[in-house]
C-alpha cells in the first residue's frame, strides 16, 4: 500500500471497503469516508442502519426473483395483476422502470442478468429454469395462475438477443404465447437507459413470436 497508511485504522478500513464498490476509486472513496467523518452522528448511523436492513429484510422473490421486502413479493401477491402474463427481465432495475410507464399490469420474472459467453455467463447462472417451472407447473407461478404468454423485455443488443432466443427454445414444448418487445428501442442500448415513453409504446406493441422461427 502506497497511498495509505497516514489515516487511522478504522479510516482506512471505510476507506478500502468503499473503493470495492462499483464505480468507486481510491480517491471517492477517501473523499466519502471524510464526508462520513464529519457528518453528525445520527445521520451517518442511518447510514449503516439502511446498509444491515437492505441485508436483513431484502431477499429476491421465491417466484420472480425480483428483490422484495416480503415473500412473495407486493407485485407476485397483488390479485389486481394479471398473473398469465410474465414480463422477461434482465434486473429488478429494469422491472422499477416498466412499472413507472404505467403500461403493464402482468407480473414479471427477474433473470439477474444475461448470457454472455465473453464474460462467462451459463444458463445456470441465471433465473431461466425458475421460469420454465413457472410456465410447466402454475403452482409455480405468482397466485398458482397459468401463463399464457411470456413477453422478452431483454436490452436490444446482441447478449439480451441471444439470451431471448434461448429461452424462446426453452419454452417451446409448451403452450405458451411468447412475444418481444416493439422494436422502437434503439439498437445497441441497454433497456435501462430508455425513457418510459418507449418502455410503454415497447410494451403495447409487442410482437408475438412464431414458434419454430
Ligand atoms: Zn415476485
Redesign the pocket.
Known sequence: MTTGGAYPKPVEQLIEQLSRLPGVGRRSAERIAIHVLKQNTDDAMQLARAIEQVKTTVNP?S????L?HAQ??Q??SDPRRNASTILVVEQTRDQINFETTGAYDG??HVLNGRLDALAGVEPDQLTISDLVARVRKPARN?RQVPVAEVILGLSPDMEGDSTALYIVEQLQPFDVRISRLARGLPSGTQLEFASTAVLSDAIRGRQRIEHGS
Open positions: 422473490c417466484i420472480c426473483h425480483a422484495a412473495p413479493c407485485i407476485c407480473v414479471y405468482s
